[in-house]
């Protein structure tokens, strides 16, 4: 059975930091495109951060640019987004998603194409 699973939210006040992770397991993630996505109540879930298959290509949304980094962790057959300067308005529920193998990691960000599998979350909230 394949199953994602997020670890690493928590309370964070403005400007710190978080570290979250993605662990697979029934498969191995650096076969896969895996992309972080945030949903916050009363919106769609937006991409945050996708990576291609080979950890060659990454892809970020404007606001979190400069801020946020995407990395594999094969070793662990992990993904790992580290968040730094976090504002308030990256309070949300955390989601990572596995995409096709030849998924790009653009249009997996912006429309979720390719993805098939989702884990269950992790809240991040970024308050004083």
């Known amino acids: 059975q394949l199953q994602l699973a997020e670890s690493g939210g928590g309370l964070v006040q403005p400007g710190g930091s978080l570290r979250l992770s993605c662990r697979g397991s029934?498969?191995?993630?650096?076969?896969?495109?895996i992309g972080w996505f945030r949903q916050v109540p009363g919106k769609e879930r937006e991409g945050i951060s996708c990576?291609?298959?080979?950890?060659?290509?990454?892809n970020y949304a404007e606001d979190v640019k400069g801020r946020f980094t995407i990395s594999r962790d094969n070793g662990k057959n992990t993904v790992v987004l580290q968040m730094n300067n976090l504002k308030p308005e990256d309070t949300g529920v955390y989601y990572c998603?596995?995409?096709?193998?030849?998924?790009?990691?653009?249009?997996?960000?912006?429309?979720?194409?390719?993805?098939?599998?989702w884990g269950q979350g992790t809240q991040v909230t970024v308050s004083s």
């Open positions: 029934g498969f191995t993630l650096d076969y896969y495109a």
């Open positions: 998603a596995a995409g096709g193998r030849f998924a790009d990691e653009q249009r997996m960000c912006d429309t979720q194409e390719g993805v098939f599998d």
């Open positions: 990576i291609n298959s080979d950890g060659g290509s990454t």
